[in-house]
């Protein structure tokens, strides 16, 4: 079965940038579904960042929008997150998923890291 | 985009039934079909319970029910069981602009 794994740096400095990458096992990212990040601040809840298709259509949170970037590479089977200019509001665990497509929500989801932003 | 609203908070005791709510406006819940409900317990991913506002996915307990009326959509969980305290998020479509906006997500504690 399809599973998702998120790596990366798990301290980023202020006005930076966090760069994630989810890898895809069990399965293609080249299959009918588009492929998600969703974030959670500690205590707080979910928001949706954005989503790619394997072709590299996009679409991202409007809130989010202007410091975004979901790029897919499909000979490494992953998708990865670019998001710049951080702030400690931007600590959270963030999650890669698998979107069911047409709105339909997240069926796979992947453990989670933590990002930290601070100096 | 808000937040949908959910109960910060609902409890039952074991073997009873609760019920979540999930209230959006006529750009999200109202005007589409497709409100996923997930469970999530401490320090883990979420899990997705309901799709299409109704519909379970495989290996997922018929003790969980999803319905939609207006602007709002409910999680009912029947037959409570102690494995079933988690945080509950709901989660909407909501157009093409924006696509997806989740709930503010209630804690469920059984007594």
């Known amino acids: 079965q399809v599973q998702l794994q998120e790596s990366g740096p798990g301290l980023v400095k202020p006005s930076g940038t966090l760069s994630l990458t989810c890898a895809v096992s069990g399965g293609s990212i080249s299959s009918s579904n588009w492929w998600s990040w969703v974030r959670q601040p500690p205590g707080k809840g979910l928001e949706w960042i954005g989503e790619i298709y394997h072709s590299g259509s996009t679409n991202y949170n409007p809130s989010l929008k202007s410091r975004v970037t979901i790029s897919v590479d499909k000979s490494k089977n992953q998708f990865s997150l670019k998001l710049s200019s951080v702030t400690a509001a931007d600590t959270a665990v963030y999650y890669c998923?698998?979107?069911?497509?047409?709105?339909?929500?997240?069926?796979?989801w992947g453990q989670g890291t933590m990002v930290t932003v601070s100096s | 985009q808000s937040a949908l609203t959910q109960p910060a908070s609902v409890s039952g005791s074991p073997g009873q039934s609760i019920t979540i709510s999930c209230t959006g406006t006529?750009?999200?819940?109202?005007?589409?079909?497709?409100v996923s409900w997930y469970q999530q317990h401490p320090g883990k991913a979420p899990k997705l319970m309901i799709y299409e506002g109704s519909k379970r996915p495989s290996g997922v307990s018929n003790r969980f029910s999803g319905s939609k009326s207006g602007n709002t959509a409910s999680l009912t969980i029947s037959g409570l069981q102690a494995e079933d305290e988690a945080d509950y998020y709901c989660?909407?479509?909501?157009?093409?602009?924006?696509?997806?906006?989740f709930g503010t997500g209630t804690k469920v504690t059984v007594l």
């Open positions: 998923a698998r979107d069911r497509g047409e709105g339909d929500g997240f069926d796979i």
């Open positions: 989660c909407s479509y909501a157009g093409s602009s924006t696509l997806y906006v």
């Open positions: 006529s750009s999200d819940v109202g005007s589409y079909n497709l």
